[in-house]
């Protein structure tokens, strides 16, 4: 990264602290949207996200990565690949919202990293320093400890954290900026997301023109909710390092854990809370074990696994 003035960087952690805070407030947005329900508001999502997206790109001509990625069909089947992912994703975290799991759908964004890193292992073939075993290992007793105080595995958390640590794997071959990523995600979406919404209205069940003005702007203001976010993180990220960005990730899953039991008064009894300190002392100790490995010189005779150093800083659902 190159080196940035004082004024930059400040700049850089304005828009990081805007980008995650905007997504860890996101629980109090989708209940504004019943009585839509969860497959209507994802549907709006996708075509309300790429109408927002596509006046952005023409507002600044940002179009040639879309004739490249066209003529790139490997490419462009991982784009397909990460749009389906991260609609599972999207449409679990609104149905876990509207239906009380915010504090579980936190869960997943952070032990999120920890999957991340276990899929290096077992599909990359990565290599772990002992400490991040070791975060990984109490990362799987916090599941266990959990399982136990649900009386279920918690599944949404689950299906949220390997959902998007898929996504991250596959845009990260893909390599797209995160607007245009965007984009080409919801060109894919837009014509299922398009039909399903017609087919609603012609039931008569579209909550869209059924509801009133007031909520036809709420389901059309989905796409801002979706791609504000990734313009101030796109801002941030060419403007902080990398371990800045790992650290303020955690604002989004500990806002919306605040939201589960502060302002949606959600259960905690003693097991979900002996899970929940496990997974934080499991990111502590990943964390710190990142921070101190990246103010080591380096060492280019030594290989280094591509596990992550910082937590990946990809962006939470919001």
Not at 105 to 121: C, D, E, Q, R
Not at 135 to 143: K, Q, T, Y
């Given at each position: 990264m190159a080196r940035t003035t004082d004024g930059e960087h400040r700049i850089g952690l304005l828009n990081g602290f805007a980008a995650y805070g905007m997504w860890g407030l996101v629980p109090l947005y989708w209940p504004l949207l019943k009585p839509a329900g969860a497959m209507e508001i994802l549907a709006h999502r996708m075509v309300w996200s790429l109408v927002f997206v596509a006046v952005a790109l023409l507002f600044v001509r940002r179009w040639a990565w879309a004739g490249e990625l066209l003529r790139q069909p490997r490419r462009l089947a991982l784009v397909v690949v990460a749009a389906g992912v991260i609609t599972v994703n999207w449409g679990v975290y609104i149905w876990a919202v509207n239906a009380g799991h915010?504090?579980?759908?936190?869960?997943?964004?952070?032990?999120?990293?920890?999957?991340?890193?276990?899929?290096?292992?077992?599909?990359?073939?990565?290599?772990?320093?002992?400490?991040?075993?070791?975060?990984?290992?109490?990362?799987?007793?916090?599941?266990?400890?959990?399982?136990?105080?649900?009386?279920?595995?918690?599944?949404?958390?689950?299906?949220?954290?390997?959902?998007?640590?898929?996504?991250?794997?596959?845009?990260?071959?893909?390599?797209?900026?995160?607007?245009?990523?965007?984009?080409?995600e919801t060109a894919i979406q837009f014509l299922p997301a398009l039909g399903y919404l017609l087919w609603l209205t012609s039931r008569g069940d579209a909550s869209f023109v059924n509801e009133g003005t007031g909520h036809a702007a709420l389901l059309a203001s989905t796409g801002i909710v979706t791609a504000l976010p990734l313009v101030c993180f796109g801002a941030a990220a060419i403007r902080v390092p990398l371990s800045t960005l790992g650290l303020l990730q955690y604002l989004a899953p500990i806002f919306q854990f605040l939201l589960g039991v502060l302002y949606f008064d959600e259960a905690m009894p003693t097991e979900r809370w002996a899970g929940f300190a496990l997974v934080w002392l499991a990111l502590i100790l990943l964390t710190g074990d990142a921070l101190r490995f990246a103010r080591r010189p380096a060492r280019r005779a030594v290989p280094v696994a591509r596990v992550p150093e910082t937590p990946a800083p990809a962006p939470a659902d919001a």
């Open positions: 915010v504090v579980e759908a936190s869960l997943g964004y952070f032990i999120n990293p920890l999957v991340t890193i276990a899929m290096g292992v077992l599909l990359l073939k990565e290599r772990l320093r002992p400490v991040q075993w070791a975060a990984v290992a109490i990362g799987f007793a916090a599941v266990v400890v959990l399982t136990v105080g649900y009386g279920r595995p918690p599944w949404i958390s689950l299906c949220l954290a390997f959902s998007f640590a898929t996504y991250g794997l596959v845009k990260k071959k893909v390599a797209l900026g995160g607007v245009e990523s965007l984009a080409a």
